[in-house]
């Protein structure tokens, strides 16, 4: 069997080039840019007022000055202010000619047209043209768009933005016991949950998922889903994944010509999982103990996707200080579905002490998944260890 970091890059190594589209920069939350926004203008276009005041020369501090006019925002003062004067001003107005202050209008007294000024700081209160971005800047970050990036972008006055397309990913469940939340499970049946979750996972990475109806436990009925999912990048399934006479994933999607990249990883949960490549679609063999499918999912599934918008694939660990004692750990690395409790600098872990592969309760209760490498020594409280945030 392979170690969870050999199936990482293998399965990082399924995402194919970056397929990418052109869309509005008010819908590009959360996508990854594929080209980068060119700055159409300078921001700001010209020397502006940080504040409401007057513009005025230093040299004619303290005043008195006669206010010879208004600059606002959108409508500037025109010509040169003549030496001895101010304007008066409003925030995000160009400071007009011959002035380089403006002096906030707190420390002003008016009387009539004329204005005197008190005790002067250094803030000119001027934002220089330029001070943000020049005409011509590029921006791409590495990682998906936050909301103030589309302002920046949209501030750069491109309104459309070239960023990788939402991988498709089609997601197969199937089992004879399942039926669908809402209908009325008959004797031996489940409601299939795997694949509500699955997919939600797939759309926080960035995806388009397509849930499939569920397959029967048959060949026909399986190979009938994978026809569907026939245009996707990423077919993922869930369940059938392990040795029981009803575990036909791996042999229904072998006769359709999957090349496996591995099936099987030193791994708990999730030690079934399956990657490869099927046609033109990557492809993940989830296996269909829930917690396992979800674990599988944030370890690979969510990098996978990520990899193929040309994100960084992640997961990122974090550091907490166990809370408690823990015996060695086996030959497969595990991960334990803990709690986060506040701590003075580092959070503590508390792993639960029930760690079942298909209690979802407790996947819900659970704020991490605790790392612990396969032949962990044991454990002592206090002992600095890495976790994933859930
Ligand atoms: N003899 C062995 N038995 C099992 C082994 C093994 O090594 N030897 N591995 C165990 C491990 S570990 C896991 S994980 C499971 C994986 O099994 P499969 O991937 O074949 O999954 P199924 O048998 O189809 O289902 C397992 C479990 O999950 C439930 N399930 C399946 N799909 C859904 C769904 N969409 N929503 C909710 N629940 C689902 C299913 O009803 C089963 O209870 O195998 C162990 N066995
Ligand atoms: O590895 Mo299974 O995925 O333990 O539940």
């Given amino acids: 069997m392979i170690s969870v970091d050999e199936a990482h890059a293998l399965v990082l190594a399924l995402a194919g080039p970056v397929k990418t589209e052109e869309i509005a920069v008010e819908d590009a939350l959360g996508r990854a840019m594929a080209a980068p926004a060119v700055a159409r203008l300078t921001q700001p276009p010209f ?13 004619d501090l303290p005043g008195p000055l006669p206010v010879v006019g208004t600059a606002a925002a959108g409508v500037p003062y025109a010509g040169t202010v003549p030496e001895g004067a101010a304007v008066r001003i409003f925030t995000g107005a160009p400071v007009p000619a011959g002035c380089d202050r403006v002096v906030i209008q707190e420390i002003v007294t008016r009387d009539g047209d004329t204005i005197r000024v008190a005790e002067v700081g250094d803030n000119r209160n001027i934002r220089a043209q330029g001070n943000d971005f020049a005409q011509g800047s590029e921006f791409q970050p590495a990682r998906a768009l936050r909301a103030s990036d589309l302002g920046l972008i949209a501030a750069m006055n491109v309104a459309r933005i070239t960023v990788a397309r939402r991988p498709r990913v089609a997601i197969l469940a199937g089992g004879d016991e399942l039926v669908r939340p809402g209908e009325t499970p008959a004797a031996g049946q489940i409601i299939s949950s795997n694949d509500i979750a699955i997919a939600a996972l797939a759309r926080e990475a960035g995806a388009e998922p397509l849930v499939l109806e569920l397959a029967r436990d048959t060949e026909d009925s399986l190979r009938a889903r994978f026809a569907e999912a026939g245009g996707c990048d990423l077919i993922v399934t869930i369940g059938g994944a392990s040795v029981g006479d009803h575990d036909l994933i791996a042999k229904v999607s072998a006769d359709l010509g999957m090349e496996r990249s591995f099936y099987k990883l030193a791994m708990r949960p999730g030690k079934p999982l399956m990657a490869g490549r099927i046609g033109t679609a990557a492809m993940l063999g989830l296996p269909g103990n829930p917690v396992s499918a979800v674990v599988c999912a944030k370890l690979f599934m969510q990098p996978l996707i990520r990899a193929m918008q040309r994100l ?46 298909a209690r979802l309760w407790i996947l819900a209760e659970a704020d991490a998944l605790l790392l612990r490498p396969a032949g962990d020594p044991a454990r002592r409280a206090g002992e600095m260890m890495h976790y994933l945030p859930l």
């Fill in 47 to 59: 020397d502006a007022s940080a504040m409401d005041g007057y513009a005025l020369r230093s040299d």
């Fill in 312 to 357: 960084p694939p992640g997961p990122e660990l974090a550091s907490g200080l166990l809370t408690r004692d823990l015996p060695p750990e086996g030959d497969r690395q595990h991960y334990l579905r803990a709690r986060l409790v506040p701590g003075a600098g580092l959070p503590g872990i508390d792993p639960f002490g029930d760690q079942d592969s």
